[in-house]
């Protein structure tokens, strides 16, 4: 039965860790079998970081807009297909990207009170649907309450911004920021952002 439904899922993203398919009106999640490492070793690696992702998308989705969860097992996770635009294709284009700028820097400031790290804060792990900025793949995330690790965040859609979105970059990060604002630890956090930035600018000099 699993292989006939295999069957009918499209592959619309494999990378390091894992293959993401696309099956009618879910996302399917496989975390990838690693043949270098010991079996028992992978096994519980797996199975370790899909659990900590299922957590951290529970947790996220009581506080920010995020696919729901509809079936977990050892390796992988079955989500709600979130139809929508995704960012890093459509936010140069957008009429009102400053204020969807404004809501990703809400969002994030919202994982951050509750210490969520979402660890891969790029455009193309954010989707626009109904008004509403949905954040995908927490495969790389974890909890902390570190001013540093909120920083570093904060530092990750910077570069992405640069990166993808170089024309809008300086005014889509200032609203990012300015949405940012509502979190308990902004000041402490931009703060520390600038920290970050300096070290990065003093690497890049060697």
Known sequence: MRKKLDCKMKTILQGAEAIIRKKSNEVIKDRIKKSYRLEVL???????????????LE??????????ISKISEYRIELELIKGKKLSENLDKLKNKISVCQHIGRNIA????????????TTSNMILSKNKVYFIDF???????????KAVDLHLIKEALEAKHFRNFEKCFNAILYGYKISKNSKEVLRRLEKVEQRGRYKNQY
Do not use: M, Y
């Open 59 to 68: 947790k996220a989705s009581k506080i920010i807009p995020v696919p729901k």
């Open 139 to 149: 495969g790389l995330g974890f909890e902390s309450s570190r001013i540093e690790d």
């Open 110 to 121: 919202k994982l951050h009170d509750t210490n969520i790290i979402h660890g891969d804060l």
């Open 42 to 56: 992978d096994q519980k690696l797996r199975k370790q970081r899909t659990k900590k992702e299922a957590k951290l």
